[in-house]
């Protein structure tokens, strides 16, 4: 037999869905939210959410008010953890607007031509959709609504009319980009790093240094991977909470 | 006769595009909607919008009120003023002028009138179609 909250959370499943994302995504939200409300006692989820559908608009957000019109550009990019609240806010004065982040962490942007609004961005650390819950509702009286998240990354975005009024108004807008991955100086070094230890680990497999068919190897591998993508998500987790930026170009 | 009795339970009457539909209502009166969150006193854009939630007139996102905002604050019916607030963020907040309490006074009138002529249509439309 079903429950209020059952019947609660399978709406804000078919919301969450109906808003576009996706069913996996949907089912670990109403997952997280469904075990947040079962350890609290007597946790009531209107009350402490409100209604299932305006819920999931705040934690898509979308809204009801107003579609894209016709004429709206359509412009996808992508960023890494260095760079991103810099360049939103540079493509935010230029009126793009975040409506989501896809599947494959890319900012889906928005922006029409004859309504174009300046957005500021900001940045905020939410590891469940528990966390993401209370950011969404903490920065709401100001104004802040959500734009997307990408692991532990939630966006928020805001006109800046907001604070501003008619005069952060865009008169003239710049041409969509034609960048599609803007990846700073960090990140780029990383990469050749990587590349370099990579053609180093090739020349020791070619001159017989390392036999990558012995026993040791097989076992070492695995656990190096797993040890070097851990300290790599932790340590960018911890660079994204204490807000480390690039600063070159 | 089945068939007949589910069609007119009232969720069963609710078209498949009424967020479409109520979102172009709503862009003809909304100007109007946020003026009247205003006749009290002053207010921000997150309060206006959660009144206008509670309302009953869904989530209005910020890329849909400042627009407005913005226009009304331009044809003088609305002050804005950003005033930094003691602890935490400041807020622009918007009061409404004479000029915009009487452009309320008459754009609501004119819209009650045209409700009334779309009332009386669609009630007719209705009693003719369950008679």
Known sequence: MM??????????????????????????????????????????????????????????????????????????????????????????????????????????CRRDPSAALRWEYRREIANNAQERAARIAELAPEGWEPSGHWLFSLYFKRPKAASAGPAAGLDVLPETPAERVLLGVRIRKLMLFTALMAMLFAVLVTTGFVDVTSPSFLYALPVALAVGGGLGYYGTRRDARAGVEDLEK | MLRMAATNRPSDRTPDRTPDRRSSWLKGVLDLLVLSCLTEGESYGYEISKALAGAGLGDIKGGTLYPVLNRLEEAGYVVGEFRAAERGPGRRYYRLTGEGRTALAHQTDAWLDFHASVRTTLTASLSTGES
């Open chain 1, 3 to 108: 429950t209020a909250n059952d019947t609660y959370f399978d709406r804000l499943g078919t919301a969450l869905r109906a808003a576009g994302m996706s069913g996996d995504e949907a089912a670990a939200t109403v997952a997280d939210l469904s075990a947040y409300v079962a350890d609290g006692d007597g946790v009531d989820p209107v009350e402490e959410f409100g209604a299932p559908e305006e819920f999931a608009a705040r934690l898509t957000g979308g809204g009801p008010a107003e579609g894209p019109s016709a004429q709206a550009e359509v412009w996808k990019w992508t960023c890494d953890l260095y760079n991103d609240r810099k360049l939103l806010n540079q493509y935010g004065d230029q009126g793009w607007e975040v409506e989501r982040i896809d599947r494959v962490g890319r900012f889906v």
